[in-house]
C-alpha cells in the first residue's frame, strides 16, 4: 500500500493543498511550523477519523478541535489517493461534526464504492482503513507512524522492541504491551505493598491497625477503670451520707450536753460574781490606802521617830545657844565695865591736861592782871597826858587776836594734839602784835601822848577783854570738866589720878574678855549653825509627813498602823479579784455571759440519757474524721476518673480511627484483590497465547533480525517471561536486547517495526512514515539509518525541517522526491 | 403546662460505620453534646415544665463520665425545668457499673427504674405524671400493656392531671426492641405519648410521636432533626416538631452522561445543589452526600477532590460517591478483538461470578487498562 496523493480542503493551517507522493523515498521538507506535522495528522485523520475507539456512542477527540482549520471559510474535508495491491481508491472525508462522512471511490472508474467497506455502528461511519490498510488506528500509530525517535533512549528503544516482540509473540499483536501492562499491575500493588513489606502503605495501615487495637483495648480497660472507680466514690458517697446523719445525731447530742454543762458554768459564773462584786466593794473602800505599801507605813513612823529626836536635839542645841548668849551678855559686861575703868583713866590725863591748861590760862589771867595794873598806871600817868590824845584805834585788831587765841585754846581743848590752835594762837599774835604796833605807829608820832594813851587804853580794854575772857574760858573749861572751880578741878585731877593707876590691870583683863567672847561668837556660830541644821530637818520630815497626811489622812502611829492594814485587805482583795477573773475567762472559755445563756436556750432537742460528753465528743472526732476521710477518698476518686478519662482517648474516638484503617486495609485488599486478578489473567493469556503463536514470530522476526545485522545475531527469541534476546552466533549465546549498540538498535527497531507491521497486515507492505525522527542523532548514525532505508521496498514518508537529510542522501546517490512544504 | 420531648441523643457514639471520616466523626461526637447542652439551656430560658428524653440519651459503649458529669452539671442549671430520663437499648439501665448509676443525678432529673413507674410534676400551670420506664439490657420483648392500663385506672379521679407516657421502642410486631400496638396504645387514656428508639422524626397521630435522633448520626438520617415541643393548654395538647439540630445530612445525586466533561460534571453538580438548597433548604452547616450515576466519559476521571471541594463551597461537609460507569462498547470491542489479548480477557473475566465486586471492578479496570495502554505502544 502506498499513498499516491492527498489534497486538502481546510485542516489545521493547511488550506486547499495538494501534495503527490512517490512510492520509494520521499522527502517532506519545511522550516518548523510550516505544516509538516498538520501533514502528518491529516494523513491519519484520512483514514482513521477523530474517533474514539470502542465507545458505545461516537465520541471525538481532543485532536478534532486542534485540528479545525485556521482558515474559517475552508471546509473540513479533505482527500486521498491510496494504491493498493488491487488498485487505486480515493477516500473522501468530511470532518466537521455533524455532517461527518466518508466516502470511498474507485480510483479508475472513479465509481463509489464506500459500502463494500466495514460500517461501525456505534459510530456510523464506513471505516475503509480497516480493509485497506488491515490495521486499527492503534496498530497504524504504532507500527506505521514513527515520530520524535530521537527522544528516546537506546533503553527506551530497547525496552519497546523487548515489550513489541513480546506482545506480537505472545498475542500476535502490537497495540497492548503485555509486559507494560503487568509492570504497571505489579507497580500499582507495589504502591499499595503488603503487610511483609514494612515500610508500604499496607504494612504501615496494619500496624496502625494493631497499634489502634492496642490503644483500643487499653481505653477499655481504663473505661472500665473509670467506671470502676466512679462506683467506688458512689459508694463513698452513700457511705458519707449515712455518716452525715450519724454526725447530726452526735452534733444534736454534743449540743444537749453541752447546754447541760453551760448550765453548771453558769451558776459558777454568777456565784463567781458575786464574790467579785464583794471584792469590788473591798477595793473601794480601801482604794485610798491602796499605795499604803509596808514601806510607806515604816517610813512614816521613821519620819515620826526622827522628829521626836530632832525636836529634843533642837531643844538642847537652843539651850546652849541661849546659855552662851548668857554668858556673852556677861562677859560683855564685864568688858564695859572694864573698858568704863580705862575711860576714867584717860579722864584723868585729860582733866590733867585740862587743869594744866587751865591753870596756864589762869597765871596767863594773873599775869595780865598783873600787866592790867601796869597799863593801869602807865594810864593813870599816861591819861594824865591822855587828857590830850584818845588811845587805841586798834583794838578791834587785838581783839581778833584775843578771839583768835580763844579759838585756838578751845580748839585746844576740844582736839588735844592738833596743831589747828598753835596756828590759830599764832594767828592771834601776829594779829594782835601787828594790831599794837600798828596803833603804835599810827597814834605814835603825832598824836604819841593821845595814841598812847589810846594804846594804852587799849591795852587796857583789851586786857580786860582778855582777861575777861580768859576767865570766861577757864570757867567754861571748867564747867566742861564737871567743876566749878580750879580746886574743885584739881580735887577731881587728884581723884583720877588714883584711878588711872587701876587702869592698867582693867585693860588686860579686857583683853582676856575680848578674847574670851571672841571664842564664844565662834561657838555659837558653830551652835547656831546646828540648830539651823536640825531644824530644817525637822522642816523636811515635817513636810514629807505633811505629805502622808494630805495623800493617806495619816498623821499619828495608830492612823498609819490602821492604813497599813487597810492596805493589805486592799492588797488581798485585788489579788483574788484577779484570780477570779482568771477563774471567770476559764469558766467562759471566751464566751459571753450572754452566749451562755443564749447557747442553753438554743441547745437542741436530743435523747442524752447515759451518754456523757466525752463520749459524744470522741464519736464525733471519729465521725468527722470519717468523713474527712471519705470527702478526701471521694475527691481523689473523682480526680482519678477524670485523670484516667482525661489521659485516654475515648473508645468512640478510637473506634472511628479503626473503622477508617479497616476501611482504608480493605480498600488496599480489594485494590490487590483486582490488580492480581487483572495480572494473573493476563499473565495466562498471554502464555496460553504465546504458545500458539510464538514459534511463528520467532522464525520471521529471526529472518529479519539476521538480514539487518548481516548474520551476526541468526535469532530472536521471546521466553515466557516475556524477554527478547537475541542469539549472538559467534560466541554462541543469548543476548539481551539492550546488550546491541545505538546503531544496531535503530536498525532492529526499524525493521522490527516494519516486519510487525507487515506481520499484522497480513502481508501488506505499509509506509513508513517518520517525523522528525533524526534531530539528535550525529551525521553517521543518519547515514546509517538512510542507507538501510533506501534498501528497503516500500513507500517512505520523511518529515523533516533539516537540509542534512536531503545531503546525506545526495551523498550516498539516493534517489528521492523532495517536497516542499 | 409545657415540655419538650428528645430522644436518641447517642452521647459520645462513635461513627465507625458512617462513611464521613474521623475529622468528622470527632467533631460531630461533640455536636452531639452541644447540641444537648443547647437543649437544655432552651429548657431554661423558655421555662419548660419538663424535659422529656425518650432513650439512648448515651452509647453506653463510648461513653465517658466526664461527658454525663457536663450533662448533669446543665441539668442540675435548671431552676424550673424537671427532667425525666428513660433508658433505651443503647443505653441500659443495667448493672452497678451502668454509667446512669454512676452519676448522682441533679435533683431536678427523674431516671426512671427498670418497672413502670409514675413520675409527678404540680406546677402553677397543671399537673404531668409521666408513666415510663427503663430498659435494662439491649433487647426488650413485645411491651405489655396492661400494667400502665391499670395503673392510669387506678389514678384517682381529680381533675387536671396530664398523663404522658414514654416509650422507647417500635411500633408494630416483632423484633427484638420493644414491639408496641400502637392501637391498643393508643386506646389507653393517655394525653401524650412521647416515642423514641426511631432516629426520624415522626407524629404519629396528634398525640404521639418519635422525636427522632436530637443531631442525625449519619447519611441515613435525612431531613431536620430537633425536638417536639408539647404544650397542654384548656384541655388540649398541641405538639410541634422543631428542628434543632446543628447540621441536617441529604443525599442528592448527579446524573452524568459520557458527554460531560469534568467541568460538566461539576457544573450538574452545581444545579443538583442549587435545587435542594432550594426545594430542602440546604444550608452552609449542612452535610451533603453527591451521588454521580451513570455513563461517563471513560476518559474524564472524576476527580473527588475537586467535586469536593466544590461541593464544600457551598455546604459544611461534601462526600462523593462515584457510582458512574465508563462509556465502553464491551460487545464492539470483544467483536473487534475477538481472538485477541483483551477479547479474551473479556471473555475471561465475563466467565467469572459478577456477582462478586473483585470480579467486577478486575473486568472494568483491566480492560481500561488494557485499551489505556493499547495505545501507548
Known amino acids: ?663 482504608d486495609l480493605k480498600r488496599m485488599d480489594a485494590a490487590l484483590q483486582v490488580n492480581g486478578l487483572i495480572h494473573d489473567t493476563i499473565q495466562a493469556i498471554a502464555e496460553e497465547m504465546q504458545n500458539d503463536f510464538a514459534p511463528v514470530v520467532n522464525d520471521r522476526m529471526s529472518a529479519i533480525v539476521s538480514k539487518v545485522t548481516g548474520g551476526k545475531y541468526t535469532s530472536l527469541k521471546v521466553n515466557p517471561a516475556m524477554e527478547v534476546k537475541l542469539l549472538d552466533k559467534a560466541a554462541d549465546r543469548m543476548v539481551p536486547v539492550e546488550a546491541l549498540s545505538s546503531g544496531t538498535i535503530d536498525l532492529v527497531y526499524l525493521s522490527l517495526r516494519m516486519g510487525v507491521s507487515e506481520l499484522l497486515a497480513k502481508g501488506k507492505v505499509l509506509p513508513l512514515i517518520l517525523d522528525d525522527c533524526f534531530v539528535q542523532y550525529d551525521d553517521a548514525r543518519v547515514r546509517e539509518v538512510l542507507d538501510y532505508l533506501a534498501g528497503q521496498e516500500r513507500q517512505i514518508l520523511l518529515f523533516t525541517c533539516h537540509n542534512r537529510e536531503e545531503r546525506i542522501l545526495n551523498e550516498l546517490g539516493i534517489p528521492f522526491n523532495k517536497i516542499r512544504m | 403546662m409545657k415540655w419538650i420531648h428528645a430522644a436518641d441523643v447517642h452521647l459520645g457514639t462513635s461513627f465507625a460505620s458512617a462513611s464521613f471520616g474521623r475529622e468528622q466523626a470527632g467533631r460531630r461526637r461533640r455536636e452531639l453534646k452541644e447540641t444537648l447542652l443547647r437543649l437544655i439551656r432552651l429548657c431554661g430560658q423558655e421555662g419548660y415544665d419538663a424535659l422529656l428524653i425518650a432513650g439512648d440519651l448515651y452509647e453506653e459503649k463510648f461513653i465517658t463520665i466526664s461527658e454525663l458529669l457536663d450533662v448533669n452539671e446543665a441539668f442540675a442549671g435548671l431552676t424550673k425545668t424537671r427532667v425525666f430520663i428513660a433508658a433505651g437499648n443503647h443505653d441500659p439501665l443495667g448493672g452497678p457499673r451502668s454509667p446512669y448509676r454512676l452519676i448522682e443525678w441533679a435533683p431536678n432529673v427523674h431516671l426512671f427504674g427498670p418497672g413502670l413507674e409514675t413520675a409527678t410534676l404540680e406546677t402553677e400551670e397543671g399537673k404531668l405524671a409521666v408513666h415510663s420506664f427503663s430498659w435494662t439490657e439491649k433487647t426488650h420483648p413485645k411491651l405489655d400493656l396492661d400494667p400502665l392500663a391499670k395503673k392510669l385506672e387506678a389514678w384517682p379521679d381529680e381533675a387536671g392531671w396530664i398523663h404522658a407516657a414514654m416509650l422507647h421502642g417500635t411500633l408494630g410486631e416483632g423484633g427484638v426492641y420493644m414491639p408496641m400496638d400502637l392501637k391498643a396504645l393508643q386506646a389507653l387514656p393517655l394525653d401524650y405519648i412521647a416515642l423514641g428508639h426511631i432516629h426520624k422524626p415522626e407524629a404519629i397521630s396528634t398525640r404521639c410521636a418519635y422525636a427522632g435522633s436530637l443531631e442525625p448520626l449519619d447519611f441515613k438520617e435525612t431531613g431536620a432533626h430537633g425536638y417536639i415541643d408539647c404544650r397542654y393548654e384548656d384541655g388540649r395538647l398541641r405538639m410541634a416538631r422543631v428542628p434543632f439540630a446543628k447540621r441536617r445530612f441529604e443525599r442528592l445525586d448527579c446524573a452524568v452522561d459520557e458527554a460531560m466533561t469534568l467541568e460538566g460534571i461539576k457544573t450538574a453538580m452545581e444545579a443538583v445543589l442549587a435545587g435542594a438548597v432550594e426545594s430542602l433548604g440546604i444550608g452552609s452547616r449542612d452535610m451533603v452526600r453527591m451521588t454521580f450515576t451513570g455513563f461517563r466519559n471513560p476518559e474524564v476521571a472524576l476527580d473527588q477532590g475537586l467535586l469536593k471541594e466544590a461541593l464544600e463551597a457551598h455546604v459544611f461537609y461534601g462526600e462523593i460517591v462515584d457510582e458512574t460507569e465508563p462509556d465502553l462498547d464491551i460487545e464492539g470491542i470483544l467483536a473487534e478483538h475477538g481472538d485477541s489479548l483483551i477479547g479474551r480477557f473479556i471473555r475471561k473475566m465475563q466467565a467469572l461470578d459478577q456477582e462478586d465486586p473483585v470480579n467486577r471492578a478486575a473486568l472494568k479496570e483491566g480492560l481500561q487498562l488494557l485499551l489505556k495502554e493499547r495505545g501507548s505502544l
Open chain 1, 1 to 663: 500500500m502506498r499513498i499516491k496523493e492527498v489534497h486538502i480542503n481546510g485542516f489545521g493551517k493547511l488550506t486547499d493543498r495538494s501534495y503527490t507522493f512517490d512510492s520509494g523515498l520521499n522527502l517532506v521538507y519545511g522550516p518548523n511550523e510550516a505544516g509538516k506535522s498538520t501533514l502528518h495528522q491529516f494523513i491519519f485523520a484520512m483514514l482513521y477519523g477523530f474517533y474514539k475507539p470502542y465507545m458505545k456512542r461516537k465520541v471525538l477527540d481532543g485532536a478534532y478541535e486542534r485540528c479545525l482549520p485556521w482558515q474559517t471559510s475552508a471546509d473540513y474535508r479533505g482527500s486521498m489517493v491510496l494504491e493498493n495491491g488491487d488498485g487505486a481508491y480515493r477516500i473522501e472525508r468530511v470532518f466537521t461534526k455533524g455532517k461527518e462522512s466518508v466516502r470511498v471511490f474507485d480510483g479508475d472508474t472513479g465509481q463509489e464504492i464506500t459500502d463494500t467497506f466495514d460500517y461501525n455502528n456505534a459510530y456510523r461511519i464506513h471505516e475503509p482503513a480497516r480493509k485497506l490498510i488491515g490495521l486499527n488506528s492503534v496498530g497504524f500509530a504504532n507500527t506505521v507512524s514513527i515520530s520524535q525517535l530521537s527522544s528516546r533512549t537506546d533503553q527506551e528503544l530497547a525496552r519497546e522492541i523487548q515489550d513489541n516482540m513480546a506482545s506480537l509473540a505472545s498475542t500476535r499483536q502490537v497495540e497492548v504491551s503485555v509486559g507494560k501492562v503487568l509492570r504497571q499491575l505489579e507497580e500499582r500493588s507495589a504502591a499499595i505493598g503488603s503487610s511483609r513489606k514494612k515500610t508500604s502503605s499496607y504494612a504501615k495501615q496494619q500496624a496502625f491497625l494493631e497499634q489502634l487495637e492496642v490503644e483500643m483495648a487499653e481505653a477499655r480497660k481504663a473505661h472500665q477503670e473509670a467506671f470502676g472507680k466512679k462506683q467506688e466514690e458512689m459508694e463513698a458517697g452513700q457511705a458519707l451520707e449515712t455518716l452525715r446523719e450519724e454526725q447530726q445525731l452526735l452534733q444534736r447530742q454534743q449540743g444537749a450536753l453541752k447546754a447541760r454543762q453551760y448550765e453548771e458554768t453558769l451558776a459558777a459564773v454568777s456565784q463567781l460574781q458575786t464574790r467579785q462584786q464583794a471584792l469590788e466593794e473591798t477595793l473601794a473602800r480601801t482604794a485610798r490606802f491602796a499605795e499604803y505599801r509596808t514601806e510607806t507605813a515604816e517610813g512614816f513612823m521613821r519620819r515620826r521617830m526622827e522628829l521626836k529626836n530632832l525636836a529634843e536635839k533642837e531643844a538642847e542645841q537652843a539651850a546652849g545657844v541661849e546659855r552662851m548668849l548668857s554668858e556673852q551678855a556677861v562677859l560683855r559686861q564685864q568688858l564695859k565695865e572694864k573698858t568704863a575703868a580705862q575711860d576714867q583713866a584717860s579722864e584723868y590725863t585729860l582733866v590733867r591736861d585740862m587743869l594744866e591748861r587751865i591753870e596756864g590760862l589762869d597765871a596767863v589771867a594773873r599775869e595780865k592782871e598783873t600787866k592790867q595794873d601796869a597799863v593801869a598806871g602807865m594810864l593813870a600817868e599816861t591819861e594824865a597826858r591822855r587828857r590830850e590824845t584818845r588811845p587805841g584805834r586798834y583794838l578791834p585788831g587785838v581783839v581778833a587776836a584775843a578771839v583768835l587765841a580763844v579759838a585756838a585754846l578751845v580748839l585746844y581743848l576740844l582736839l588735844p594734839g592738833s596743831t589747828l590752835p598753835t596756828v590759830l594762837l599764832a594767828a592771834a599774835v601776829a594779829i594782835g602784835g601787828f594790831s599794837g604796833v600798828r596803833m603804835k605807829q599810827l597814834d605814835g608820832a603825832c598824836k604819841r601822848t593821845d595814841e598812847q594813851l589810846a594804846e594804852l587804853e587799849a591795852m587796857k580794854k583789851l586786857a580786860e577783854t582778855a582777861l575777861a575772857d580768859d576767865r570766861r574760858i577757864i570757867g567754861r573749861l571748867l564747867g566742861e570738866m564737871g567743876c566749878s572751880s580750879l580746886e574743885g578741878l584739881r580735887e577731881k585731877r587728884d581723884r583720877l589720878y588714883k584711878e588711872s593707876i587701876l587702869a592698867d590691870e582693867y585693860r588686860k583683863q579686857a583683853e582676856a574678855l575680848k578674847e574670851e567672847l571672841a571664842q564664844l561668837d565662834v561657838d555659837l556660830l558653830e551652835r547656831k549653825t546646828f540648830l539651823n541644821e536640825t531644824r530644817a530637818r525637822i522642816r523636811k520630815i515635817q513636810d514629807e509627813l505633811e505629805v502622808t497626811e494630805h495623800v493617806f489622812g495619816v498623821t499619828t502611829e495608830e492612823e498609819s498602823r490602821t492604813a497599813s492594814m487597810a492596805h493589805q485587805e486592799h492588797e488581798k482583795a485585788a489579788h483574788e479579784l484577779a484570780l477570779s477573773g482568771l477563774r471567770m475567762s476559764e469558766l467562759l472559755g471566751g464566751m459571753q455571759v450572754a452566749d451562755l445563756t443564749r447557747k442553753i436556750q438554743a441547745a437542741p432537742e436530743a435523747e442524752t440519757s447515759g451518754l456523757d460528753l466525752e463520749t459524744v465528743d470522741r464519736q464525733l472526732r471519729e465521725a468527722s474524721e470519717s468523713i474527712l476521710e471519705l470527702t478526701g477518698r471521694r475527691s481523689r476518686l473523682a480526680a482519678e476518673v477524670k485523670a484516667i478519662e482525661e489521659g485516654h482517648r475515648t473508645a468512640g474516638e478510637i473506634a472511628d480511627d479503626l473503622a477508617s484503617v479497616k476501611q
